[in-house]
């Protein structure tokens, strides 16, 4: 009997480390209909300060829309505003300091009431018609700024303190390409003090620690450098080794046979860097990345999934598993097929202590949430 009750023991004590070990299952959701097609100008926030996170995207010169989260699948969709001045480009920030986020798309943004059955008030504020925004503090005074990415028109960061409701005070970072600073290229890359951008192929060096004298390094060779969509990628900023420097993941965007991988920063400096891959050969194209702990293991995960340009028939959402810790040792996940991935993003919208991922289609109306089953499998 007692050696009966042992073996059950262990048994019992194995599901349970398995259950623990296993990468977790992603389960999908429809999150709603948007009358216009989507293109982009995601977000990942808490719109009306209830806890827990909701989803925002757009169509350029269109409509943009939040999506309050209040179960997995029961979102409500609500109306941010019109005539979005933008390319796809688009950031949630507090821009007027009220404590209410609000909304940034290119040359407009729209001011969040606090009310969610009202229309956000719109603003003109200048800002180039982007396909890639992202925000953070360039000139030191510990307010968010605004960078935004054209292809035509170049790179320029704007500070909007003076008066937010009037045309942003604007300076150029250098030229432009098609994406290369979202979701997350803001960063001290040089360890000096300030905060840098990183240009999917270059980096730029915030000289004088205020956004008023750019130095440029072009030490980043990575994604493809010809064609019409010349060194398109997205970059996702983080100290990946530990070792006090930023480094940086990288995918291919607009890219068929896309691929992934994360640039070490040798030096600390931002000159010397040593590429290590991801995935070189995932016929996908990778216009979304995501970088987080999606199995609660400690490290850093990437996801990424196929878009619009994907040379494979059937579009790919893939997590590669950082198995030894240290991004040296990779296991890929195949966590939903058939649905077009574009400018996802990724955090714990629910509040259960796991990463979840909110995306869409592109020219398509119809987001989705991949809710994250990790925690819901360990009870079970």
Same mark, same amino acid.
């Given at each position: 009997?007692?050696? /009966? !009750? ?8 194995? +599901? ?6 296993? @990468?977790?299952? @992603? ?14 100008? +995601? ?10 996170? #909701? ?61 969610? *059955?009202?229309? @956000? ?8 018609f982007a396909y890639d925004m992202v925000a953070g503090d360039i000139n030191g005074d510990e307010i968010q700024d605004i960078i935004a990415l054209s292809e035509q028109e ?19 970072? %250098? ?10 290229? !803001?960063?001290?890359?040089?360890? $000096? %003090? ?16 205020? %956004?008023?004298?750019?130095? !440029? ?47 070490? /920063? ?12 991801? #995935? ?7 216009? +979304?990345?995501?970088?987080?702990? @999606? ?5 850093? #995960?990437?996801? +990424?999934?196929? *878009? ?6 059937? &579009? ?7 198995? $030894? %810790? ?11 097929? #058939? ?17 979840? !991922? ?5 020219? *398509? ?8 089953? &990790?925690?819901? /499998?360990?009870?079970?």
């Open positions: 009997m007692q050696k /009966n !009750i042992l073996i059950i023991c262990g048994l019992l004590l194995e +599901s349970v480390i398995l259950s623990y070990c296993q @990468f977790p299952d @992603f389960k999908y959701y429809n999150i709603g209909i948007t009358e216009e097609e989507l293109l982009g100008q +995601s977000s990942l926030v808490d719109m009306d300060k209830d806890g827990d996170l #909701d989803f925002i995207a757009g169509t350029g010169g269109g409509e943009a829309w939040w999506f309050e989260f209040q179960e997995a699948d029961k979102w409500i969709r609500h109306k941010i505003g019109d005539y979005t001045l933008t390319d796809k480009g688009g950031v949630t920030i507090d821009v007027d300091g009220d404590g209410w986020l609000d909304h940034v798309a290119g040359g407009t943004w729209f001011r969040n009431s606090g009310d969610p *059955g009202e229309q @956000f008030e719109r603003f003109e504020n200048g800002v180039i170049g790179l320029y960061w704007y500070d909007f303190t003076a008066n937010p409701k009037k045309k942003w005070k604007k300076i150029r970072i %250098g030229d432009g390409i098609a994406g290369g600073i979202s979701p997350q290229g !803001i960063a001290d890359m040089d360890n $000096d %003090g300030d905060n840098d951008i990183v240009r999917s192929n270059v980096w730029y060096d915030n000289l004088n620690g205020d %956004g008023s004298k750019w130095g !440029i390094h072009r030490t980043i060779s990575y994604v493809e450098s010809k064609g019409e969509f010349a060194y398109s990628s997205r970059v996702y900023i983080t100290d990946w080794d530990k070792d006090g420097d930023m480094d940086i993941v990288q995918s291919d965007a607009n890219n068929p046979e896309g691929k992934i991988a994360w640039h070490a /920063n040798k030096d600390g400096k931002g000159i010397n860097w040593f590429t290590h891959s991801i #995935d070189s050969e995932t016929t996908q194209d990778l216009h +979304s990345l995501c970088v987080a702990d @999606f199995d609660n293991d400690g490290d850093l #995960d990437v996801f +990424s999934g196929g *878009g619009p340009m994907t040379s494979d028939l059937h &579009k790919r959402l893939y997590i590669w598993e950082n198995k $030894d %810790g240290e991004g040296l040792a990779w296991e890929k996940h195949e966590i939903l097929t #058939d649905y077009e991935c574009f400018d996802a993003v990724a955090a714990d919208v629910d509040g259960d202590g796991d990463i979840d !991922i909110c995306s869409k289609p592109w020219k *398509g109306n119809n987001p989705y949430f991949l809710r994250n089953m &990790k925690i819901e /499998n360990q009870k079970q």
